[in-house]
């Protein structure tokens, strides 16, 4: 049966009653046109780097010397946003301390982001950004909603303030003694920061070769780096079950920050053994046993897209050279401010081969069985990338033609597989680039800063509509 429509006095009274019940009060979302979120991330860092270039070209004060030219501002502000660390001037000598300051916010700002930044302002305002921002931010997959878009940018602030306080307060107690309390204070905030965003940039000419007697200094810059290379979502998992180790209920991490960790203390754990015995008596023959161990755990920590070097790769064993390039490619973790193919992709290939050789159709880990997308992803961005660094190897060598008998192959190779996985090494080859041959090796900077976030999104499906409704005869073709 119908309802009797309701009399004027009842709609009158509930209209009333709906008036005296207190709004809740939603925040605005701030769009910005109709970009989507690949062509958000794309725009800030092209705008951060086309800004910075021009800043660099136009800023007073920024050299001690002459400028730099176009294509050498152009070559350090994109190193400095893509937080890669690749140089063709001597930061500290080239740069005064306004320059420096100028540079390392551009490596604060390419390592956290531009997108980050704004959208942690407007939450401060009581604003927040359009979905499509936050998906530009973190990709749109089911891990991320583990933990609020909201309250991780948030903590991305809280955990960048926390370790680059706390490791420039160690470097500064550590170098004040020989320094002088006063001028220790900004090479151990630059040094810091450098090291968490995993940037490479240093303000000695060689690097942190001069510290390389130093332990405490390499394993607070160890520590940095590892930081800020696992992951933002790692390290708020870690932290909750840290608090709730105690309890009765104890929090348990995601399977991703899982492989995350067990990945990290793998390549803690293993490539220093094989750095030791690689260079235990080449170029760490002059160092003490602590110091040499030390320095064996610096150089498989850093490769993994920090940059900072303690020996020269130019006179490195050719095993060493091999075994830092793997490790440029493998990277960090996803979320986090490494560079590289991510670990997490690495540790899903050695799944998924595991799998096949146990004649598993599926990939489990941790009792939990990896959905068949998000390995097709893994395999799809190590194929990807590795074809990018094989065309940009073919195109450095074209344009970058030899100049002599010391300019090997294998230097091109590493400096495209540092520039690619935006790690930062080098084996001297920056410094004698032709001027086609840096525009390259720029392209690429770019290409592996965006690289990893781009084919996320490419390979997310809710990011389009699917376009395999439909499937023609199926055919088989042989393999191996």
């Known amino acids: ?21 207190p709004r809740r009060k939603t925040r605005r979302h ?3 046109g109709g970009w989507s979120p690949l062509e958000m991330l794309l725009v800030s860092f ?10 660099m070209q136009s800023i007073p004060g920024l050299f001690t010397t002459e400028p730099l030219s176009f294509l050498d501002s152009l070559f350090t502000v994109t190193s400095a946003v893509c937080i890669t660390g690749l140089v063709v001037a001597d930061t500290g000598a080239v740069f005064t301390f306004w320059g420096e300051l100028y540079l390392l916010l551009l490596i604060q700002l390419g390592g956290l982001g531009i997108l980050t930044l704004a959208s942690a302002i407007l939450s401060a305002m009581g604003l927040r ?52 309390w006063q001028a220790a204070i900004w090479p151990a905030i630059f040094h810091s920061v450098s090291a968490f965003c995993n940037a490479g940039f240093s303000l000695h000419s060689n690097s942190l070769i001069d510290y390389r007697n130093s332990p405490v200094t390499l394993l607070v810059i160890t520590g940095l780096v590892v930081a800020g290379g696992i992951g933002f979502i790692t390290l708020e998992e870690f932290f909750k ?3 709730t180790v105690r309890g009765r209920s104890r929090y348990r991490i995601s399977l991703h920050s899982q492989v995350v960790l067990w990945g990290t203390l793998l390549l803690l754990i293993v490539p220093p053994f094989i750095f030791g015995y690689f260079e235990w008596n080449r170029s760490l023959s002059e160092l003490r046993v602590t110091d040499k161990v030390v320095n064996s755990l610096f150089l498989s920590v850093t490769p993994r897209t920090a940059g900072f070097n303690t020996i020269d790769y130019g006179s490195a064993s050719e095993s060493t050279i091999l ?3 793997i490790l440029m490619m493998i990277g960090g973790a996803p979320a986090s401010l490494a560079g590289g193919m991510k670990i997490t992709t690495f540790m899903l290939l050695g799944l998924l081969a595991w799998s096949r050789i146990r004649r598993q159709h599926v990939v489990n880990c941790r009792n939990r069985t990896i959905p068949d997308n998000t390995v097709y992803r893994a395999v799809g961005v190590f194929v990807i990338m590795t074809t990018l660094m094989i065309i940009g190897l073919f195109i450095l060598q074209v344009v970058d033609e030899p100049a002599g008998a010391d300019r090997l192959l294998i230097a091109r190779v590493f400096e495209v597989v540092s520039a690619m996985n935006t790690v930062g090494l080098s084996m001297g080859l920056s410094d004698d680039l032709s001027a086609g041959g840096k525009i390259v090796v720029v392209a690429m900077t770019f290409i592996g800063r965006i690289g990893p976030l781009t084919l996320l999104t490419a390979f997310d499906e809710s990011s389009g509509p699917s376009r395999d409704a439909f499937r023609y005869a199926a055919e088989d073709v042989l393999v191996g």
């Open 1 to 21: 049966m119908s309802q009797k429509p309701r009399s004027r006095q009842e709609k009158n009274a509930k209209r009333a009653t709906r008036r005296d019940i």
């Open 30 to 32: 701030v769009r910005i």
């Open 46 to 55: 092209l705008g951060m780097i086309g800004l910075g270039t021009i800043g």
């Open 129 to 180: 950004p359009s979905i499509k921002a936050e998906m530009a931010i973190l990709p749109n997959d089911s891990v991320f909603t583990l933990i609020p878009t909201r309250r991780l940018i948030a903590d991305v602030l809280k955990f960048t303030l926390l370790f680059e306080t706390l490791g420039a307060i160690a470097l500064y107690l550590i170098w004040a003694p020989q320094q002088g």
């Open 241 to 243: 079950w840290i608090r």
């Open 323 to 325: 075994l830092t390039m």
